[in-house]
Nanobody
Framework: QLQASGGGLVQAGGSLRLSCAASERLYSSYVMAWFRQAPGKEREFVAAVRKGTGATYYADSVKGRFTISRDSAKNTMNLQMNNLKPEDTAIYFC???????????????WGQGTQVTVSS
């Protein structure tokens, strides 16, 4: 019910745009978020957006470079990633939950992940 896409290989300083397609039920009822997991590391919070108010939240490591948004017409959530750095390399997962949280256990619904690789 969550399908992430848009990953790829990009050079440092480049941009990528990730998308997460959600079922109508998930999209209209849930906070939606992006997490990422690098090899050998725990899954970490990247950004989240609330329904209704559209309030957004970002990890300090991506603030000012990444922008999360929702497209109600398409039931999708997007993550525009600019000025990418090698340390952004990870599998990116979209998630849906009832409440805003920065830990993975706060989200009951997950997409399959999309690989983002940033070369130096």
């Amino acid at each position: 019910q969550l399908q992430a896409s848009g990953g790829g290989l990009v050079q440092a300083g480049g941009s990528l745009r990730l998308s997460c397609a959600a079922s109508e039920r998930l999209y209209s009822s849930y906070v939606m978020a992006w997490f990422r997991q690098a090899p050998g590391k725990e899954r970490e919070f990247v950004a989240a957006v609330r329904k209704g108010t559209g309030a957004t939240y970002y990890a300090d490591s991506v603030k000012g470079r990444f922008t999360i948004s929702r497209d109600s017409a398409k039931n999708t959530m997007n993550l525009q990633m600019n000025n990418l750095k090698p340390e952004d390399t990870a599998i990116y997962f979209c998630a849906g939950g009832k409440y805003y949280d920065t830990v993975p256990s706060g989200y009951a619904n997950w997409g399959q992940g999309t690989q983002v690789t940033v070369s130096s």
